[in-house]
């Protein structure tokens, strides 16, 4: 079963900085796309950024310019650096990978539980 976890979340106050970490665990063949994407309260979610299996990115324009997802293939782990933070970005941020669990087989969609990042002075 393959599971993500997430980490790196927390208050911070606006301008400031986190990096957030998204491990997947063993269980599966090969990891292709992986994104990261938020909830504010009241609002839907939202793809904030992605990136494929070799390296190419893709970001909302809100967070262009302040945010850098990346990825290390060796530990399965995708990270999203966020810089000059603003109370707007205030929402859950969820990992999700695809994953494909078998050589050749279909790529399934797997969730992370989810970390809270709040901006606030």
């Known amino acids: 079963q393959v599971q993500l976890v997430e980490s790196g979340g927390g208050l911070v106050q606006p301008g400031g900085s986190l990096r957030l970490s998204c491990a997947a665990s063993e269980g599966f063949f090969s990891v292709d796309t992986m994104d990261w994407y938020r909830r504010a309260p009241g609002n839907q979610r939202e793809l904030v950024a992605s990136i494929t299996s070799d390296g190419s990115t893709n970001y909302a324009d809100s967070v262009k310019g302040r945010f850098t997802i990346s990825r290390d293939n060796t530990k399965n782990t995708a990270y999203l650096q966020m810089n000059s933070l603003k109370v707007e970005d205030t929402a859950v941020y969820y990992c999700?990978?695809?994953?494909?669990?078998?050589?050749?087989?279909?790529?399934?969609?797997?969730w992370g539980q989810g970390t809270q990042v709040t901006v606030s002075s």
């Open positions: 999700r990978i695809g994953a494909r669990v078998v050589s050749g087989g279909s790529i399934i969609g797997y």
